[in-house]
T-cell receptor, first 112, second 110 residues
Framework: DQQVKQNSPSLSVQEGRISILNCDYT??????FLWYKKYPAEGPTFLIS?????DKNEDGRFTVFLNKSAKHLSLHIVPSQPGDSAVYFC???????????FGTGTRLQVTL | DGGITQSPKYLFRKEGQNVTLSCEQN?????MYWYRQDPGQGLRLIYY???????QKGDIAEGYSVSREKKESFPLTVTSAQKNPTAFYLC?????????FGNGTRLTVT
């Protein structure tokens, strides 16, 4: 049972444009969400997070939006850069749990 | 520099052999985790430990074992009972912060 879903396995965006990565979840108990970025043969690195009491969190070129009623979050990267090409994982946490539940990842390719 | 060290980066074993993957952290984090990554399946939790001498099964613990005798170390043993052991294994740790990952060990069992 996949509680965190990333339905787009891959996305290609031109340099300078906006990249939008989507994530859906089914567990209404999730109250904290994170995005990780992963390059091949390396461990994921933390990118940005959002608490369920917010609907938006921004950090430089990265913004995460949360729609609790739709159980949907998205990561916006603007402007996209070639170095953003990586696999992006959405992850979720409940307040009482100490383990993250990850989505299946979306491979972003930023082209010149 | 503080971080998580996973060794070796690549590991090859014959079917039927147990193999132990190393994970060491010098971040002074209490909690440590083992995840497995397979194509199209994201990261799945194998085992985790919130404190020394204690650990819990994750979502796919069958065929694996762990120990947590020291705060810095959380080795994972892939036993011969694990049906599909070939994968990329990631160790992580956390204090009051998002998970911090090591660079992984790619295990190939033939």
């Amino acid at each position: 049972d996949q509680q965190v879903k990333q339905n787009s396995p891959s996305l290609s965006v031109q340099e300078g444009r906006i990249s939008i990565l989507n994530c859906d979840y089914t567990n209404s108990m999730f109250d904290y969400f994170l995005w990780y970025k992963k390059y091949p043969a390396e461990g994921p690195t933390f990118l940005i997070s959002i608490s369920s009491i917010k609907d938006k969190n921004e950090d430089g070129r990265f913004t995460v939006f949360l729609n609790k009623s739709a159980k949907h979050l998205s990561l916006h990267i603007v402007p996209s850069q070639p170095g953003d090409s990586a696999v992006y994982f959405c992850a979720a946490l409940t307040g009482t749990a100490s383990k993250l539940t990850f989505g299946t990842g979306t491979r972003l390719q930023v082209t010149l | 520099d503080g971080g998580i060290t996973q060794s070796p980066k690549y590991l090859f074993r014959k079917e039927g052999q147990n193999v132990t993957l190393s994970c060491e952290q010098n971040l002074n984090h209490d909690a440590m985790y083992w995840y497995r990554q397979d194509p199209g399946q994201g990261l799945r939790l194998i085992y985790y430990s919130q404190i020394v001498n204690d650990f819990q099964k994750g979502d796919i613990a069958e065929g694996y074992s762990v120990s947590r005798e020291k705060k810095e170390s959380f080795p994972l043993t892939v036993t011969s009972a694990q049906k599909n052991p070939t994968a990329f294994y990631l160790c992580a740790s956390s204090g009051n912060s998002p998970l911090h990952f090591g660079n992984g060990t790619r295990l190939t069992v033939t």
